[in-house]
C-alpha cells in the first residue's frame, strides 16, 4: 500500500510541474525544501510538487490564497495544486500537520497511504492530523473550527465523517471501531521555549569605574554610582566527559593608560598636593657625664681595700 502511495505522489508531482503554481511561502528555521522554490529574505516561496520536511521545530506554510498549513516537528509532506492554485492536494507519509484556513467553494484533500480526507468548503477548517508508522490515524477540531471532515478509506468504501468539537481516533487503517476522544491531543505538540540565561552585568576595574566618574562630572551630569552586584547565579550541573578549561591570566594596570581629563575637572589620583615645607634641622648639645655618687658602703668598702688589699704596699 505504501508502494502505490509513493508512486501516486511521484505522478502528481511530475504533473504538477508543468503548472508552476505558487502555493505558499515556508517559514522556518530548520526546514528542507524540495522541488521548485523561489528564495526570499524572509522565507522560501515553494511551487506546485514541493516536499517540506520540517527538522527539529515545526514549519510554517503561509498559503498564497490565505491561511496556512503547520507541518510538525519531523514530518514531511508533499503539496500539489490546480492550475488555479485554489485546490490543494496534500501527501502525509508519518508525523502531524495542522490545518488553519478557510474555503470558499473549493476543496482540498489530505492523503495517507490508507485514507483519504475531504475538506469541502465553504467553512473554516481548523484541524489536528497525525498519522502514525503502524496505520493508526488521529484527527482532532481545533479552536476555531466550523466544518467537518469526511475520512474515507483507500482501498474500501467506508466512510467517517469527523465533526466540529470531536476528536477521532482510527486503528490499522479502517474507519470501523473508530475511537471518539482517544485522551491525546492530535496535531504539532507545544514546544516549550528554553527558559531565560540570567546574565551578570559587565565587570569594571575601579580605573574604569574612575574614569566613567570623571567622564560624567567633566559633561556637567551626576557622578555615575556603583552598580548594584547581581544575585550569584547557579552554574549547571557538571555533565560526564564535559570539559572544563580555566585560564589564568595576569591583570597589568599602567597609570599612563589612563587619559587625561578634562580642564577645570580634578581627580583624586591627579590632583597637585603642595609641596611641604623644610626646617633646618638644629644639633642637639651633649649632655654633661655626670658621675654617679658612691653609697656608703661602696665607700666603706673601697677604704678597706685600700688598706688591706695590697700588702707589698702595707710591708
Not at 468539537?165 to 492530535?186: K, Y
Not at 554610582?225 to 570539559?243: E, I, L, Y
Not at 591627579?270 to 657625664?289: C, F, G, H, I, S
Amino acid at each position: 500500500m505504501r508502494i502505490l502511495f509513493a508512486a501516486l505522489v511521484l505522478a502528481l508531482a511530475q504533473r504538477s510541474s508543468f503548472a508552476q503554481v505558487p502555493i505558499g511561502q515556508v517559514q522556518s528555521t530548520d526546514a528542507s525544501v524540495r522541488g521548485s522554490v523561489v528564495l526570499a529574505n524572509n522565507g522560501a516561496t515553494i511551487m506546485s510538487g514541493a516536499q517540506i520536511t520540517a527538522g527539529e521545530k515545526n514549519s510554517t506554510l503561509k498559503l498564497t490564497r490565505g491561511g496556512e498549513v503547520n507541518v510538525c516537528s519531523g514530518s514531511s509532506i508533499t503539496i500539489t495544486s490546480g492550475n488555479n492554485g485554489r485546490e490543494n492536494l496534500i501527501a502525509l507519509n508519518s508525523g502531524a500537520i495542522e490545518t488553519h484556513y478557510t474555503l470558499a467553494s473549493n476543496a482540498d484533500t489530505i492523503l495517507t497511504p490508507d485514507f483519504r480526507l475531504l475538506l469541502a468548503g465553504p467553512g473554516a477548517f481548523h484541524f489536528g492530523i497525525t498519522m502514525t508508522q503502524r496505520g493508526d490515524m488521529c484527527v482532532q477540531s481545533l479552536a476555531g473550527n466550523a466544518s467537518s471532515i469526511i475520512v474515507n478509506e483507500q482501498l474500501g468504501e467506508s466512510t467517517h465523517q469527523v465533526r466540529p468539537g470531536e476528536q477521532v481516533l482510527f486503528h490499522n487503517g479502517h474507519v470501523e471501531n473508530a475511537s471518539t476522544n482517544p485522551g491525546e491531543n492530535c496535531g504539532c505538540p507545544k514546544q516549550i521555549s528554553p527558559p531565560p540565561v540570567a546574565t551578570a552585568p559587565a565587570f569594571k576595574f575601579p580605573e574604569q569605574q574612575s574614569r566613567v566618574a570623571a567622564q560624567a562630572v567633566a559633561s556637567g551630569g551626576p557622578a555615575a554610582s556603583a552598580p548594584a552586584s547581581a544575585p550569584p547565579v547557579d552554574a549547571p550541573p557538571p555533565q560526564p566527559g564535559q570539559v572544563h578549561m580555566q585560564v589564568d591570566a595576569p591583570m597589568v594596570f599602567r597609570a599612563d593608560d589612563v587619559p587625561a581629563p578634562a580642564p577645570g575637572v580634578r581627580t583624586l589620583a591627579r590632583n597637585q598636593m603642595p609641596p611641604l615645607p623644610q626646617t633646618a634641622l638644629q644639633p642637639v648639645p651633649a649632655k654633661p657625664e655626670v658621675k654617679s655618687k658612691k653609697k656608703w658602703y661602696q665607700r666603706f668598702g673601697s677604704a678597706l681595700a685600700s688598706v688591706f688589699g695590697n700588702p707589698s704596699k702595707n710591708q
